[in-house]
DNA sequence: CGTAGTTTTGAGAGGCGTCAAGGAGCGTGG
DNA sequence: CCACGCTCCTTGACGCCTCTCAAAACTACG
């Protein structure tokens, strides 16, 4: 296994706003910089993790994309979100000491790896790192229902809109733009954590360029009409 | 509001093995008996909690059943969850401070009220019960997973298969029969849960009853063999 | 420039949704 | 005790959305 570790600051990072570190005070954010033992880098398609190894640490992403995924018995297996930038992997890990899914870079990536011993260490000292690794966990059961709505009750079009509105919202929270962005994973992939079949993605973003909605180059996707997308995802806002 | 407190001890709970206190010892056991504050009785129908309402408390389930729901803006909603004795609500709400979900008692229920609060100041001083709450939370989280799964890439058969499975294996880890229950929701309900329509949900029941699998009588399911239902879930196992 | 992986597009099939009607269970009131 | 209305459940017929199977185009990369 080739973990390449580097020594690092969260008080250094430029991510620190949207990472574990946020809302912490300068002397918190020092204690923290000791729990953030390492940094690792994986290559793009190899594992951060997988289904059934020891749970150890968590991790922030610090650059990459990754997604998480679920097996069953007989080889079906569904994405079930995609982490970028100052993103946390691994709380599924908690339960039971082991990790119930595989964490996969979409692309050359970095984590910062945190033993969790340490983080429930350190907050028990901090009330509001305590607290905001409760929002952290809180926030990814709150991400997975609305999930749960889209895989539910929507159809096809509705999901991939949700999808895309989602995508740009958090690139944007990142600095990026608000209508241009690249895929970082396949039609397969965006199928898999959509419940739809890669070429019913395909078709769907086909009919979302013929409908002048957005403009699709392979991974590349401009979004001609926010609106139009958010119409496609909320048929009716009255009633 | 009707509100009935009554005063309560985790203690002398005989849900103590499967609610939060499970594994703490007798005196961490007593502090915690300080910090659920009261119990609470909701009527069949009524909500603990609706979708905005402050979150201020975790709650319990003592007795009873509930569902808990999100609502898109135009109306549809979607069940993520069924809880029964000793299963915890509320975690949606630490994100925001305030719920994402309503959670409606299916029949009349009680629950023990836990402020957040005292959870969080007593889970400084316990490594026992804040590692406890960790799991609580990261448990939600891989179930979920586990939901997106059924719902992105299972068929109607599987999924009722599945869900009467999980139902069956949580109601036996309370003391009932592994091989009949009654069902608390309605064909509906079951249906928002699992992505499906009621009436998918009942031609579904018939064809397991015609399968010879299980026997229903309205509420009252009788299964015959899990081992059938097994294999409708995992169709092949091999491989 | 060939090969593998990814994406697009078409044609056909089928699972599930939609619409509709009827039946069963249950609480309420005469 | 029975009639009534309400809710919930079952079943049928039909249609559509999405899946499946298949082939071709495009891109990336050696």
Redesign the interface.
Known sequence: MDVHSIKVACSSCNLRELCLPMGLNPEEMNKLDSVISSRRRIKRGAALFNTGDKFTSLYAVRSGFFKTC?T???????V?GFQMTGEIIG??????DHH??DAIALEDAEVCVMPFADV?EL???F?TL??H???I??????R??????L???MRAEERLAAFLLNLVQRLHARGFSQSELILRMTREEIG????MKLETVSRTFSKFVDDGIIDVKQRYVHIKSTDGLKQIV????C?
Do not use: F, W
């Open positions: 679920v069953t018995a007989d080889g079906r297996d569904q079930t709380l599924d890990g908690i339960v039971s119930s899914c429930e907050s028990r000292e009330t305590q607290h690794v409760h929002k966990m809180s926030r990814e059961i709150v997975d229902h609305s999930v749960m709505l895989l539910g009750s898999s954590y959509l419940g909320n048929p009716q806002t009633r």
